[in-house]
């Protein structure tokens, strides 16, 4: 699951570029997981999105949203983008990997010149790999240029991007981000606000975006409010970004967040808020709180932190069992351990120590390497764990081979018995607004009672959080049936939107003809 995140000491009155050089021989060490070895591990785990960064009326511009985009990393390490515009130009950067493997470069941040800029930290939801589908996109319209960055998941993106094709629209990509684009270029409306009203008001699904001109930043969120954006401000500089941890690096100060349905335009004059769309019952993705979020941030109020902790508190109530030692699975699974622990008078301990270094050590492995598996990644405690009964606390189960794999390694560091609680109920549905879920059918819970999950990851025993403890978690009474007050479609299968690109006949994504390597 989710690592340790870098930080580094410094104040407002630190050079940015001397911190994102202090960032970037720590970021080496944190490389991407080996593909070979560890593709099976990375695959039994929920795949954060994207995250979103913009600033407009700072001169270091780039290097503050570089910075943004690492304390965002968690939302997306397969690629990242920055677009900036110094009075005349705009310039664009685009990598594959790491922020702190290619953006603290100098040569780079001395490219991306400006006051104003915005960036995107990517995992590939919709579209796959490649450079071509890393954003920010960017497009020459007959007004100026324009670069958006989006985190989310439009689910008509299919059905609008072929009558744009229909009507002689060129892609050149096979994001939906870039279906925004188009719809902003074909628009007849006359100035860019109008234009843009009308191009967010034709998707469905999950989006918060940052935008870019010559002229102004615009963030806007969807209008169910399904994925994250907060506003922040930093010596009179207007920043948008995805959470409130990444305004917390760059010392700028936390205004608010962005209401759903919300458009807000940042000028040289200042900012405005627009409401372009009907007012609805909100949605927010309630797995944010259990797994997406940085613990640090704060999330439409709440604190990401404490929601977890009352999570674990909410599990021992439901789901209680005697142990001796509450070990949480490194390391999302830990502020709900805290919380279990504390909730049940059990000993909270760090059984399992994850190793945060595992990177490209081993390209090409044989057997032997190659069936470690998750022992790369984490190692029990003997000496916490030998002769106890352990209660392991994760935040979620996937396909559940990563769980058989950590129960095992638990057994054999001498585990008398193993209880495994999970702080989220069963996830028995695909997510369609943004977040890389497999498909429903290799969802274990999807196809598997508690009582046959708990014998396939070989527990003395299984629980989950009931989906009202879950709610009471985050601070509500309950679940309202009849309007949700989040979504939480991968866990009852309720879906606030239409999903029209799944639903049509002929909707399905077609192969490209143009083949990338991914570099």
């Known amino acids: 699951m989710k690592g340790e995140r870098t930080r580094v000491a410094f104040d407002a009155r630190t050079p940015y570029m001397a911190v994102l050089a202090e960032l970037e021989p720590q970021m080496a060490d944190s490389k991407a997981d080996a593909g070979d070895v560890l593709s099976a591990e990375a695959d039994d785990h929920f795949h954060d999105e994207c995250g979103v960064f913009g600033i407009f009326g700072r001169q270091d511009a780039a290097a503050i949203v570089t910075l943004g985009l690492h304390a965002l990393q968690h939302r997306g390490q397969e690629a990242a983008g920055i677009v900036s515009y110094d009075g005349s130009q705009f310039h664009v950067e685009r990598h594959v990997g790491l922020i702190g493997d290619t953006f603290t470069k100098q040569r780079v941040i001395d490219s991306l010149q400006g006051n104003r800029a915005i960036g995107h930290t990517r995992y590939a939801t919709t579209g796959g790999a490649g450079v071509r589908n890393i954003q920010p996109f960017f497009a020459e319209l007959a007004e100026g240029g324009l670069a958006v960055a989006h985190n ?90 995805s959470e409130t941890c990444a305004l917390d690096i760059i010392g700028a100060r936390f205004v608010r967040d962005i209401k759903p349905g919300e458009m807000v335009v940042v000028t040289s004059k200042g900012i405005e808020s627009i409401f372009p769309f009907e007012q609805q019952k909100t949605r927010f993705c309630i797995f944010e709180y259990v797994y997406f979020a940085r613990p640090d941030s704060s999330v439409e109020g709440r604190n990401v932190y404490e929601v977890r902790k009352r999570i674990g508190a909410e599990l021992a109530k439901e789901s209680p069992v005697e142990a001796d030692v ?194």
């Open 152 to 241: 989310g998941n439009l689910t008509n993106a299919l059905t609008v991007q072929r009558a744009l094709q229909k009507q002689g629209s060129i892609f050149s990509s096979t994001s939906d981000t870039e279906t925004l684009l188009h719809l902003v270029a074909t628009s007849k409306e006359r100035d860019l606000n109008s234009r843009f009203i009308e191009a967010v008001r034709q998707v469905e699904g999950a989006f918060s975006l940052v935008a870019l001109t010559a002229k102004k930043m615009i963030g806007c969120r969807d209008p169910l409010g399904i994925r994250p954006l907060v506003l922040g401000d930093l010596d009179g500089a207007w920043i948008l970004a």
């Open 326 to 519: 509450v070990v949480p699975v490194p390391d999302s699974g830990t502020p709900a351990a805290i919380g279990f622990s504390q909730a049940a008078s059990i000993p909270f301990e760090l059984g399992i120590i994850r190793n945060h270094y595992v990177g490209r050590t081993f390209i090409q492995p044989g057997d032997s390497i190659r069936h470690m598996g998750v022992k790369l990644k984490h190692n029990a405690n003997r000496r916490i764990i030998e002769g106890k009964r352990v209660v392991l606390v994760d935040d979620s189960i996937v396909r559940g081979t990563t769980s058989q794999k950590i129960v095992q390694m638990v057994r054999d560091a001498g585990a008398k018995e193993v209880h495994m609680r999970i702080a989220s109920p069963p996830t028995r549905a695909s997510c369609f607004y943004g977040v890389d879920t497999p498909e429903k059918s290799k969802l274990l819970a999807s196809r598997m009672s508690v009582a046959e999950m708990a014998d396939f990851i070989r527990v003395d025993s299984l629980g989950f959080l009931d989906i009202e403890g879950l709610y009471r978690a985050v601070g509500e009474p309950g679940r309202n049936g009849e309007q949700p007050q989040f979504c939480d479609a991968c866990f009852t299968g309720e879906y606030p939107t239409r999903l029209l690109d799944f639903e049509g006949h002929d909707n399905v994504r077609t192969l490209s003809l143009l083949a990338t390597s991914g570099a």
